[in-house]
Nanobody
């Protein structure tokens, strides 16, 4: 299982970005897909996850600003990030769980003030 991320980049505060992640294998449905992030000097933290059934869980800091969605047929997950803040600056890692955890290589999101 490989996770291929795309999106991210540099945006001004208040702007929007979307990151996406495709799981290499579509032979089975991934249980949980989601995103974590890690800012410099901080631990990796949950941003949002979505189950194969559509249940979602968000970090309090991103609720009402970020939206996670997925396509089970394609094993792809997207994270739409709106009203971005400088404190959202981090490397965003795609996450997948299918009997074990899998991680993407990370994509940088930078929000300038």
């Amino acid at each position: 299982v490989q996770l291929v991320e795309s999106g991210g980049g540099l945006v001004q505060a208040g702007g929007s970005l979307r990151v996406s992640c495709a799981v290499s294998s579509t032979a089975f449905v991934i249980n949980r897909l989601g995103w974590y992030r890690q800012a410099p000097g901080k631990q990796r933290e949950l941003v949002a996850v979505v189950s194969s059934g559509g249940s979602t869980n968000y970090a309090d800091s991103v609720k009402d600003r970020f939206t996670i969605s997925r396509d089970n047929a394609k094993n792809t997950v997207w994270l739409q990030m709106n009203s971005l803040k400088p404190e959202d600056t981090a490397v965003y890692y795609c996450y997948a769980n299918y009997y074990r955890d899998y991680w993407g290589q990370g994509t940088q999101v930078t929000v300038s003030s």
